[in-house]
């Protein structure tokens, strides 16, 4: 699939300061294209972009800024996250996934487990002495969402498409 698209949740900027400076010091350097994201579809197929641009405003105004925790650290096998518990969030990821029914890849069809990834392609030694070390330094925190993002993959760069501000006042 050439450039596909990709949803996020935009991080609050002290939490998004904080997880991006320990992925800058622990994430491969060649590797790190990124900021410190949280990924709620890996890809969505190029024809959808209006259909995403058009639906995601609509998801967006509906809901208040979704709530979310800092819940300690995720063992990616040969990397490290921070483990995020965000009931909210996953129900609005629900919804959009039910939109785009028959649309989703096979990695968006999985149950997904709220992350911010802050190092990845190292040795499963490497991540469990990452994990080892920042364990105590983890503390719950909690936070909002403030948006959804939209990005296009550009193989290995994103490109920012837009930022949708979550508007309403109900929680899913």
Known sequence: MSNPFIVTAKLP?????????????HFPPERNHLHAH???FHSFAP???EELKTFLPLIAKEFAPP???ISGLMDLGKGTAIRLETPQLLA????IADHFQGSLIE???HEPRPHITIQNKVSKQEARALQAALAPTIEER????P??????????PWEAVKAIPFRGKARP
């Open 13 to 25: 900027p002290g939490v998004h300061d904080w997880a991006n400076a320990l992925r800058k010091e």
């Open 38 to 40: 949280v990924t709620m």
């Open 47 to 49: 024809s959808l972009l």
């Open 67 to 69: 709530q979310a925790c």
């Open 92 to 95: 609005i990821r629900a919804m």
């Open 107 to 109: 990695q968006d069809l």
């Open 142 to 145: 909690e936070f909002r969402f």
């Open 147 to 156: 948006a959804l993002e939209l990005h296009r993959y550009l193989g290995g």
